[in-house]
């Protein structure tokens, strides 16, 4: 099946710094990825539709200017959570529809982000 | 408006069979997905349906209605390692998956 890989699992940092996720598509091409957020016992909530080549589509109530995405190839997106504050501790997870017909998504492992 | 729900928590014994409902409003319908969500993970595929019927894929099947908007997932022969959240969710017209606050399946020995 097809592959996708976030980085870094686990993220500490102190309130007021900047963090950077990044989503890879290992060994498939994907021109759109999306970006969620969970909070525990909670479902996955989208927060933004990353697009190759051209700016990310943030769901309603998503800070854009807060959450910068970045989705430079074919295969790489990146969240970055700017001036990180402890409300922003989450699990930060990223997905990708695979090349079949399906359209199913791939999900990288995800990133817990924690800011003291 | 578009709507999915799914029971909050169910409870099973190990080597038993247990069903997990799902249902879901929508007017544009592209599909009905079940995935797993092992506690501290990301979510894996389990199940893709978009016409009427059970989909057998080993110990699970995953069962679509789309007159009633119904969908259940089942697992048979129920192992500890199957305890987990497992999420529904629907593709609305626009190919949007709207997801479901998922299922907790506890299994006891």
């Known amino acids: 099946g097809a592959v996708v890989s976030q980085h870094p699992s686990r993220v500490i940092c102190k309130s007021g710094t900047s963090v950077k996720i990044e989503c890879r598509s290992l060994?498939?091409?994907?021109?759109?990825m999306f970006w969620y957020r969970q909070f525990p016992k909670q479902s996955l909530m989208l927060m933004a539709t990353s697009n190759e080549g051209s700016k990310a589509t943030y769901e309603q109530g998503v800070e854009k200017d807060k959450f910068l995405i970045n989705h430079a190839s074919l295969t790489l997106s990146t969240l970055t959570v700017t001036s990180a504050h402890p409300e922003d501790s989450s699990f930060y997870i990223c997905?990708?529809?695979?090349?079949?017909?399906?359209?199913?998504?791939?999900f990288g492992e995800g990133s817990r982000l924690t800011v003291l | 408006g578009q709507n999915i729900d799914q029971p909050t928590e169910m409870t099973a014994t190990e080597g038993a069979i247990v069903q997990i409902n799902c249902t879901y409003q929508?007017?544009?319908?592209?599909?009905l997905f079940w995935y797993q969500q092992h506690a501290g993970e990301a979510p894996t595929f389990l199940s893709y349906?978009?016409l009427d019927g059970l989909e057998e894929k080993g110990r699970f099947s995953s069962f679509l209605s789309r007159s009633k908007g119904y969908s259940y997932l089942l697992l048979k022969e129920l192992q500890m390692k199957d305890s987990a959240s497992y999420l529904c969710a629907f593709q609305d017209s626009n190919y949007q998956l709207i997801w479901g606050a998922g299922t907790k399946l506890i299994i006891k020995p």
């Open positions: 929508t007017s544009g319908f592209n599909g």
């Open positions: 060994d498939f091409q994907a021109t759109t």
């Open positions: 349906n978009v």
């Open positions: 997905s990708a529809r695979g090349p079949r017909e399906t359209g199913e998504l791939f």
